[in-house]
């Protein structure tokens, strides 16, 4: 049973427990798999980074990436376990590179303006067809919450700010063009070879 059958039946049985029909049974099908989908993926990526000594660090790269995701979209592998495998190295070896190496505080300024021209030139990622005032908001929050980030980690120093930073900042790197055509590189290498 795959987690789409899985989220059938509990949608199903939800659905049945339920006295108001105004909802659609495949909406809350939809629903019930986007939350267990994200749930395995938190549990695997958070369980690696525990065996490596680094709970804490994947954990809130992990949370702030999602956070980013959710706001300004960003490409996908073809398959949940492709994507949670890759998902995995990103976020522990961010949290890996943020615990282990030490980083300038130059670095920022710099790097949260790269972020914040990707977000606004390649973002949303999530429907092209969102309408204008959508997309800006999105661009907006983004491009705010990445400088609010950056701002907050050069003032306060803080490894919790380090790791929410670079879980925001690696999650707007993933809508640029070359990070984009990678993951789509990937994903036909992974499911069988790439034809030249």
Known sequence: MNISDLSDHLGQFVYAQTSNRNYD??????????????????????????????????????????????????????????????????????AWFITYIELSNRSIPISTLL??????????????????PQRFHRKLAGSVLLLLAGCSLMLLQN??????????????LSISPITTHSIRFIDKMTKGGVKS
Request: with cysteine; hydrophobic share 55%; glycine share 8%.
């Open 25 to 94: 049974l495949n909406t809350i099908c939809y629903g019930i798999e986007i939350i267990l989908v994200l749930l395995i993926s938190i549990i695997t990526i958070t369980t690696i980074g525990a065996i490596l000594g680094l709970f804490i660090p994947v954990f809130f790269v992990s949370i702030s990436f999602l956070v980013m995701k959710m706001i300004i979209g960003g490409p996908h592998l073809s398959g949940f376990s492709r994507c949670v495998m890759l998902s995995a190295l990103l976020m522990v070896g961010t």
């Open 159 to 172: 490894a919790l700010f380090a790791y929410c930073y670079y879980g925001l900042l690696i999650s707007a």
């Open 115 to 132: 972020g914040i021209v990707i977000i606004l030139c390649y973002a949303p990622q999530i429907n092209p067809a969102n309408q204008r």
